[in-house]
């Protein structure tokens, strides 16, 4: 998966727990057209920085319980050597 797709996904997860809208993990994975897998392997990433996610059958989300608040920056710069500039 390419970076850009991939900080995509962490956004949009983000945004739906933030506004407590996931629905069940299976919901919440159809949301972003992803497995159940995958969608723990971002709440993982998220878990990494210390993001506070719970989920609660009661409001059928998942949500943070605390504050946390989630800049996504990304840079990605090709660089090549003269032999191969040539090549493309």
């Known amino acids: 998966m390419n970076l850009e797709k991939q900080a995509e996904r962490i956004n ?10 996931t ?18 392997n971002l709440i993982g990433i998220l878990k990494e920085y210390d993001a506070p996610i ?9 949500y943070y319980s605390k504050p946390f608040f ?3 920056k990304y840079s990605l710069k090709i660089t090549l ?3 191969n500039k040539n090549r493309f």
């Not at 629905?23 to 723990?40: H, R, V």
């Not at 719970?54 to 059928?60: H, V, W």
């Open 70 to 72: 989630l800049e996504l």
């Open 81 to 83: 050597d003269e032999e």
């Open 54 to 62: 719970k989920s609660c059958k009661k409001i059928n989300s998942f």
């Open 23 to 40: 629905g069940t993990p299976s919901e919440f994975a159809n949301k972003l057209n992803i497995s159940k897998s995958q969608l723990y």
């Open 12 to 21: 949009k997860v983000h945004q739906l727990i933030l506004e407590e809208k």
